[in-house]
């Protein structure tokens, strides 16, 4: 499985950016989901959306954030919007099949100045 992120970059606090990652390989989708690693601090959940359509999202961004996919594309997107400072981070894309096996992107850095 290889899942490519994309869309990262920088932009000013109070801005948006949109994430997209897509997924190749043989797999049956558990789980998508948005995970990003501070400097200095452990990697963190940000969303994950289940084949169901279940999402869930770290307090931090919920209301600003929002987690998609497409499933003819094998893809999963984040929207962010408002983004403050402290969203600053590289965001990794994650997959879990069915069987729960997990695989990484390889991480797209978003940068919110003030």
């Known amino acids: 499985v290889q899942l490519q992120a994309s869309g990262g970059g920088l932009v000013q606090a109070g801005g948006s950016l949109r994430l997209s990652c897509s997924a190749s390989?043989?797999?049956?989708?558990?789980?998508l989901g948005w995970y990003r690693q501070a400097p200095g601090k452990q990697r963190e959940l940000v969303a994950t959306?289940?084949?169901?359509?279940?999402?869930v999202y770290a307090d931090s961004v919920k209301g600003r954030f929002t987690i998609s996919t497409e499933n003819a594309k094998n893809a999963v997107y984040l929207q962010m919007n408002s983004l403050k400072r402290e969203d600053t981070a590289v965001y990794y894309c994650?997959?879990?099949?069915?069987?729960?096996?997990?695989?990484w992107g390889q991480g797209t850095q978003v940068t919110v100045s003030s």
């Open positions: 390989g043989s797999f049956v989708i558990g789980t």
């Open positions: 994650n997959l879990e099949d069915v069987y729960s096996m997990v695989s």
């Open positions: 959306i289940s084949s169901g359509g279940r999402t």
